[in-house]
């Protein structure tokens, strides 16, 4: 297992249906149950000492991580799997910048990097292969760094 | 390039003269308009096709992209069309052409589910190509024809809108200039683009659809037995199938003018395609991936990837580039580095390789080919080291697909 802190309490493994809405980066976290319903996932919450983390299991093997404050706010999210997971949904607000970035570039086939002073978003890999992350570095938890962002 | 005559044969022709001339051109769209090309790496033979690194279709302006040529033919007839400027990709799998491009004169037959059009949302890393799943005669330089293979329409005018499973993934690549390419010939490790992943539940972020009308709305993200999914083209030749050799000359960090290479199907399977002294790198057979360690640093999830255009790894002690060219490297003067990648297999072998100025690269519009252009990546997380088309430069790069066998080695392999 991948967690750096220690693992208090899985909570719940539950099915949340609900309106749907935009999420989720950057917003608070009845956001997530959104998210979920969008991608027609599973949703299993784990508590550690500074945030929670929501993971949301897709039917294709993709595994997406909305990193959750005590304040409630998704300072986070993370993807990692064989298919892309909805993208637009997951970033919320944010899925513009990703897309300014991806079509102002040069590269070819290359990671879609955002790194601003507000906004960092970071997606790579090939068919199969896919992973990628997005945050709000004035958002992290004292005591939180990027690397735990996976 | 269409006629209703035997253009299969003429199609061998050309591709034997754009061998021996060193210059992709022909067929659909229209050619990079660079130079003569300085520097060649030729092989001939059946099981040959040639590489082009040039400036691309009109609008691109590739830099580090391999282009070849293949023959697309309706199913069962002898009406064909050569088409250029098909990027060469061992990053993914399958046959893929910009609708745009294919001649009206072809017919290609809708592959069906059931009774509903099949049609695929490709994703990269940096975009989707939504299109339909068509059935064509395919000839891969002079090997024979590959019978009623499943190809990918992209951009298709005559196809359902794009599903909202499919644009949520990113961003459009339908066109040529979007694409960087007349289409793409994916000869990865894997035989098939999507896999088991496919074959089972449908994911809510699809990569194959069904569609009622052709309105988005009515698609459905659908399952599809391996055998229907797109296939390694090279997988399905009748001989040489085994796998693909990529040969390309010795170009300059700094930067080159086009130039000319091999793509050569099959692995040990004739007197140009013999493994040799390279050293055969196993790679994972679910994620077709290596372990590069660079900078102490060890990287699981990396690949050999001809079709992404640069080296894309994290070193901060490296000067990024601003403006148009952030994210690329833009040291003062060229940096030269190591790395080492391993095999699943416990092989390993040390890699020399440059970085230069990504800013006086591109400066330069006369350039297609750079062994040293380089970016950032991802910088944590899962990262992984991209060994883009500049590794390929200077060396014979086999990549094995899974199910076979060459040179004694069970695949997926990369060799070099």
Redesign the interface.
Request: with cysteine; hydrophobic share 30%; charged share 15%.
């Given at each position: 297992m991948i967690y750096p802190k220690c693992m208090v309490a899985i909570l719940l493994i539950f099915l949340v249906l609900s309106d749907s809405a935009q999420a989720t980066l950057g917003s608070d976290e009845t956001s997530i149950a959104n998210d979920q319903v969008?991608?027609?996932?599973t949703r299993r919450i784990v508590s550690l000492s500074q945030y929670t983390t929501h993971e949301i299991q897709?039917?294709?093997?993709?595994l997406v991580r909305e990193y959750v404050s005590a304040q409630g706010q998704v300072f986070a999210v993370?993807w990692?799997g064989?298919?892309?997971?909805?993208?637009?949904?997951i970033l919320g607000s944010h899925f513009a910048e990703?897309?300014v970035a991806?079509?102002?570039?040069?590269?070819?086939?290359?990671?879609?990097?955002v790194q601003k002073p507000g906004l960092v978003i970071?997606?790579?890999?090939?068919?199969?292969?896919?992973?990628?992350?997005a945050y709000i570095p004035q958002m992290l938890p004292a005591d939180v760094t990027?690397?735990d962002?996976? | 390039m269409i006629s209703n005559e035997n253009m299969r044969l003429w199609g061998w022709i050309l591709a034997l003269i754009m061998a021996l001339a060193g210059c992709g051109g022909g067929g659909a769209g229209s050619s990079g308009g660079q130079p003569a090309s300085t520097s060649t790496s030729s092989t001939t033979g059946q099981n040959v096709m040639p590489i082009i690194v040039d400036a691309g279709p009109a609008g691109v302006?590739?830099?580090?992209?391999p282009y070849t040529s293949v023959t697309i033919c309706t199913p069962g007839a002898s009406t064909c069309q050569t088409i250029d400027h098909i990027i060469v990709?061992t990053?993914?799998?399958g046959l893929r052409i910009i609708a745009s491009v294919l001649s009206s004169s072809l017919s290609l037959k809708q592959q069906m589910s059931g009774t509903e059009n099949l049609y695929e949302c490709?994703?990269?890393?940096?975009?989707?190509a939504w299109g339909s799943v068509k059935v064509a005669d395919v000839q891969l330089g002079g090997e024979p024809i590959i019978h009623s293979l499943a190809v990918q329409i992209i951009g298709d005018p005559s196809a359902a809108a794009v599903p909202r499973?499919c644009?949520?993934?990113?961003?459009s690549e339908d066109s040529v200039a979007t694409f960087?390419g007349n289409g793409i010939i994916g000869v990865g490790t894997?035989q098939q683009?999507?896999?088991s992943?496919c074959a089972t539940?449908?994911?809510?972020?699809?990569?194959y659809y069904t569609c009622s009308s052709l309105s988005g709305s009515s698609c459905t993200a659908v399952a599809v037995p391996l055998a229907q999914q797109i296939q390694n083209p090279v997988g399905m030749l009748s001989s040489d199938n085994n796998g693909v050799a990529i040969t390309m000359p010795s170009v300059a960090a700094t930067g080159s003018v086009a130039v000319s290479g091999s793509l050569i199907m099959g692995i040990g399977t004739q007197s140009n395609n013999a493994l040799g002294s390279a050293t055969v790198y196993e790679v994972d057979p679910?994620?077709?991936?290596l372990t590069t360690t660079f900078n102490g640093r060890s990287y699981a999830?990396s690949?050999l990837?001809s079709?992404?255009?640069?080296l894309?790894f994290v070193d901060t002690s490296i000067t990024q580039c601003t403006g148009?060219?952030s994210?690329?490297y833009c040291p003062t003067s060229t940096v030269q580095l190591t790395a080492a990648n391993q095999g699943t297999n416990g092989t390993s072998g040390m890699i020399g390789f440059s970085v230069a100025n990504a800013d006086t690269l591109?400066g330069n519009t006369s350039y297609t080919a750079s062994s040293g252009l380089a970016?950032?990546?991802?910088?944590?997380?899962?990262p992984?080291f991209?060994w883009?088309f500049p590794f390929f430069f200077g060396r014979t790069v086999f990549t094995s697909i899974e199910g076979t066998s060459s040179g004694g080695v069970s695949g997926p392999y990369f060799a070099y």
């Open positions: 969008k991608m027609k996932a897709m039917s294709s093997g993709t993370a990692k064989p298919l892309l997971p909805d993208l637009q949904q990703y897309g991806a079509n102002s570039k040069r590269t070819r086939r290359g990671p879609v990097l970071q997606s790579g890999g090939h068919m199969r292969a896919f992973f990628g992350r990027v690397d962002i996976q | 302006n590739a830099m580090n992209i990709d990053g993914s799998t490709l994703q990269f890393a940096d975009g989707y499973g644009s949520i993934t990113g961003i960087g894997f683009d999507c896999g992943t539940t449908p994911a809510a972020t699809g990569a679910t994620l077709g991936t999830g690949f990837d079709g992404s255009n640069a894309y148009s060219n994210g690329f591109f970016g950032t990546s991802i910088t944590g997380g899962a992984n991209d883009g």
